[in-house]
């Protein structure tokens, strides 16, 4: 039994998720952790492009990649210079790192692990989602419809915009 090419991407994207998260929270140099960072919201993009999510995958890459990482770095450009990220933490610092990582670990894989995920359902005429369902669900306020992250997302840009203004202009 072969690979199929969409089990392909998969672990492509998952190992590029995996690999440059790490490197996002454990390099030295700012820009590059903002690559790294930039580089796993793409790959997330494009799980979500492999499951057929094409509005979520572009929002992912809209609002995460092209707008959090473009703030990201210009707080980087105003604030920072070329300096290093790590100021050296005590051994105490670093235990209850390593176990607060470990613990949201073990969590996960037990959220993972109890839950019976569906199988997917191939859409048809029935089930199929319009365009008006969508805009319908994003600008709605009742029960699963998304007005509400929606402003929390542009709430989030705006303290964004606002702290780097603010960090900037202490000097």
């Known amino acids: 039994m072969g690979i199929a090419l969409h089990q392909i991407v ?3 994207a998952a190992i590029l998720i995996i690999v440059c998260s790490i490197l ?4 030295k140099h700012l820009l590059r952790s903002a690559t790294y960072l930039l580089i796993v919201l793409f790959s997330t993009a494009m ?3 492999l499951l057929d999510y094409t509005f979520l995958g572009a929002a992912q890459i809209i609002v995460y990649a092209g707008g959090i990482v473009v703030l ?3 707080s980087i450009f105003l604030t920072r210079s070329n300096k290093s990220l ?5 051994k105490g610092k670093l235990a209850s790192a390593a176990v607060a990582a470990i613990a949201g670990g073990v969590i996960l894989l037990m959220c993972i692990l109890s839950h019976s995920f569906a199988l997917q359902v ?3 005429a029935d089930n199929e989602v319009t365009m008006d369902i969508i805009g319908q669900a994003l600008t709605g306020t009742g029960k699963y419809q998304y007005l509400l992250p929606f402003e929390a997302v542009s709430i989030l ?3 964004c915009i606002v702290g780097g203004i603010v ?3 202490k000097k």
Request: charged share 5%; no cysteine; net charge neutral.
């Open 167 to 169: 960090i900037a202009r």
């Open 10 to 12: 998969f672990f492509v």
């Open 47 to 49: 799980l979500y492009f």
């Open 72 to 74: 990201y770095v210009f």
């Open 24 to 27: 996002t929270v454990t390099t």
């Open 122 to 124: 191939a859409p048809t």
């Open 157 to 159: 840009l705006l303290a």
């Open 86 to 90: 790590y100021a050296f933490a005590d």
